[in-house]
């Protein structure tokens, strides 16, 4: 019986240069987030058809998951409990239906969506980001 052995050179520094890559990215990762959240936040801002700029004012970027293995950020209008109004005006605004205080139906409001275009942007953006980032990183001479 005849055995065949191969023999294979520099495989710890292979690993070495994946662990330096992966760490690389792992802290990348949450600034690209937080920087996509902070562009969303502006297209939507620059979308919304607000009078007052009340609802303008009130998108916010909420970030998490800094010295995690995990990075979230949520771009967005956070209607405190007893705010209810705002998140009225805001559902009217983006999807389109009966205008506040006309319950009946009276006055619709057409939908004016800002933030799902916002959204919708930005995430072919993202992608695109993480990818030449990925790029760059790997293409590093170590």
Do not use: W
């Not at 209810?84 to 139906?105: D, F, Q």
């Amino acid at each position: 019986m005849a055995f065949v052995g191969i023999k294979l050179n520099g495989v710890e520094e292979v690993k070495k240069k994946m662990q330096e890559c992966q760490m690389e990215i792992s802290g990348a990762l949450p600034s690209l987030v937080y920087e996509s959240a902070l562009r969303t936040q502006s297209l939507a801002r620059s979308k919304v058809n607000s009078r007052s700029g009340q609802i303008r004012r009130e998108i916010k970027v909420t970030f998490d998951g800094a010295n995690k293995n995990y990075a979230v950020a949520h771009v967005g209008i956070k209607a405190e409990s007893g705010d209810a109004k705002l998140a009225i005006k805001v559902n009217s605004l983006e999807y389109g239906h009966a205008a506040p205080g006309n319950a009946r139906g009276v006055k619709v409001v057409r939908a004016r969506p800002f933030m799902r275009p916002s959204i919708k942007y930005e995430r072919s953006l993202f992608k695109q980001n993480v990818e030449t980032k990925f790029k760059e990183i790997l293409d590093k001479d170590r």
